[in-house]
Nanobody, 127 residues
Framework: QVQLVESGGGLVQAGGSLRLSCAASGRTFSVRAMGWFRQAPGKEREFVAAISWSGDYTYYADSVKGRFTISRDNAKNTVYLLMNSLKPEDTAVYYC????????????????????WGQGTQVTVSS
């Protein structure tokens, strides 16, 4: 099994940047993809970004594309989410997720495609 721990959240002003980290421990060698989701108060969890573990494919939600960058460091079993040009609507609890299943033709943008989840880290963007 794998354990995911997010870190790097905090309070930033609009237009600022923040870098989130997701450290994975346990059986990480068979992970197919890693993803980031977020959940704002009173809203459902939504997809943010995903990255393949064995390849170099990335996929972003339209709302963050061009502003956020997902990356990985397999040697450190860590996935990052660099968030630039932050907006108040980016305020949410950000969750890291890991998928151990290969889905042909999918982009790992659905909650059902992931098997393990972190506890989340709060990101608050002030106006």
């Amino acid at each position: 099994q794998v354990q995911l721990v997010e870190s790097g959240g905090g309070l930033v002003q609009a237009g600022g940047s923040l870098r989130l980290s997701c450290a994975a421990s346990g059986r990480t060698f068979s992970v197919r993809a890693m993803g980031w989701f977020r959940q704002a108060p009173g809203k459902e969890r939504e997809f943010v970004a995903a990255i393949s573990w064995s390849g170099d494919y990335t996929y972003y939600a339209d709302s963050v594309k061009g502003r956020f960058t997902i990356s990985r460091d397999n040697a450190k079993n860590t996935v990052y989410l660099l968030m630039n040009s932050l907006k108040p609507e980016d305020t949410a609890v950000y969750y890291c997720a890991a998928s151990y299943t290969y889905y042909s033709g999918r982009y790992y943008s659905r909650e059902s495609e992931y098997d393990y989840w972190g506890q989340g880290t709060q990101v608050t963007v002030s106006s």
